[in-house]
């Protein structure tokens, strides 16, 4: 861990927090500054993006019932899925 390369804007980790640095890379492996460990977290904005994209195309094939029983426990009764899954229909 002597030598930290830059991580490039496509590298950075979603939850890195602009102008804050969070993350950093080791060779191939990412380091969040701070743990020292290799992160098993790690994704890119994009592929945050798509993973939230897939989960709540999952959410909007449940019943109406499971919907809402998710918007209430995590969501506080909103439904961001809609908007979503809505878009993408156009």
Not at 53 to 69: D, G, N, V, Y
Not at 72 to 77: F, I, L, N, Q, T
Request: charged content about 30%; proline content about 3%.
């Amino acid at each position: 861990m002597d030598t930290i390369r830059k991580v490039t804007k496509s590298q950075e980790c979603f939850a890195q927090i602009e102008g804050k640095k969070i993350c950093a890379a080791v060779g191939d492996e990412f380091y969040c500054s701070g743990l020292h460990s290799i992160c098993p977290f790690y994704k890119t904005k994009e592929q945050q993006a798509l993973s939230k994209k897939r989960a709540f195309e999952r959410i909007a094939s449940l019943s109406p019932e499971e919907q809402s029983a998710i918007s209430e426990k995590y969501y506080r009764s909103t439904m961001p899925w809609h908007s979503v899954t809505n878009n993408n229909d156009k």
